[in-house]
């Protein structure tokens, strides 16, 4: 048997901006993972099981743009594998689907390294993550390549598509509480419609992608020196600015608000928007103060994290 495990991720700053070429910053969530475990089966064919999202099902039986068919098709078409041998495929995991935490390319990067270990085609990082941002394409039009990025090398990272990446350290740890909203939302849907809003007017919205910018390069600063109490007000700048460009939601804005009312420093959606998550940033003593206040406002569920 083959088993790899790939961590959940969040973004700090940047989202959608960083599709236009702005930096965004990302960091990986430990606490929750996908978990793939590949063994020979007894019975031909490729089986698949995956109970959090309640399939058990033979591979030929799913359409082809299936998320998981994706990757298994991609997979073995990539390294010649032919025949494909029978296999039973188990995964698992923690990570809420459709709520900005990198779910997807987790399933697709812990799925990769346990096919990959199994048939002894082993990949790099860079050939993995490569490969993941193929996926990501499938199912998210004009993704950022954050997503995959942080959940391959399961670092915290400085990410501006199309460049080298580049891991930024932590100079002193800080708390966050992720809440999720509990509204499953499709970043490829909020993608599109930003990219709709650039094109009608791209003066306007390469300006708002030049502030975030900004927010970022100043939010790295302030990690790497350890001045994390600065992220706060930078938080609800950068949330101002995606509510600017529709891709927040009253839920979202009413969890953030309840964040800041019970005294987090600052708070901001994360991700795609619409639905998934926001994160509040708190002195640590505070966390469980500000995580009830969220659940009261309304948040399925919180986590409360350090990055360090």
Do not use: C
Not at 25 to 32: E, G
Not at 59 to 76: G, T
Not at 94 to 100: F, K, L, N
């Amino acid at each position: 048997m083959a088993t790899a495990s790939a961590p959940g991720k969040i973004i700090l700053f940047g989202e959608h901006a960083v599709v236009y070429g702005r930096p965004a910053l990302a960091v990986p969530v430990t606490q929750i993972h996908a978990d793939v475990d590949v063994t020979a089966s007894s019975r031909p064919g490729i089986w698949i099981h995956a109970p959090d999202v309640n399939l058990h099902a033979e591979l030929s039986s799913l359409p082809s743009d299936h998320p998981i068919a994706s990757v298994l098709h991609n997979f073995f078409f990539a390294f010649g594998i032919s025949p494909v041998p029978s296999l039973d495929i188990s995964i698992t995991s923690t990570i809420p689907v459709a709520s900005g935490l990198g779910s997807g390319a987790a399933v697709t990067v812990a799925l990769m390294r346990a096919l990959s270990s199994h048939l002894d085609k082993l990949m790099t990082d860079e050939q993995v993550n490569t490969f993941a941002y193929e996926i990501e394409k499938l199912h998210h039009g004009t993704p950022s390549g954050i997503d995959n990025t942080v959940v391959t090398y399961a670092r915290p990272v400085y990410f501006i598509k199309g460049q080298p990446i580049e891991t930024f350290k932590v100079g002193a740890p800080f708390t966050l509480v992720i809440a999720d909203t509990g509204i499953s939302a499709l970043t490829k849907e909020s993608v599109s419609d930003v990219r709709k809003l650039w094109e009608a007017d791209k003066v306007r919205w390469e300006k708002v992608f030049d502030e975030i910018g900004v927010i970022v390069r100043n939010a790295k600063e302030k990690i790497e020196n350890g001045e994390w109490r600065a992220l706060g007000a930078l938080m609800d700048s950068n949330h101002a600015l995606l509510q600017e460009m529709t891709v927040s939601s009253p839920e979202l804005d009413s969890l953030v608000e309840s964040a800041r009312r019970s005294g987090a420093s600052g708070a901001k959606l994360s991700g795609g928007g619409r639905g998934g998550n926001m994160i509040a940033l708190v002195e640590k003593d505070k966390a469980a103060q500000v995580a009830e206040a969220i659940l009261s406002a309304g948040a399925r569920r919180t986590i409360i994290t350090e990055i360090s």
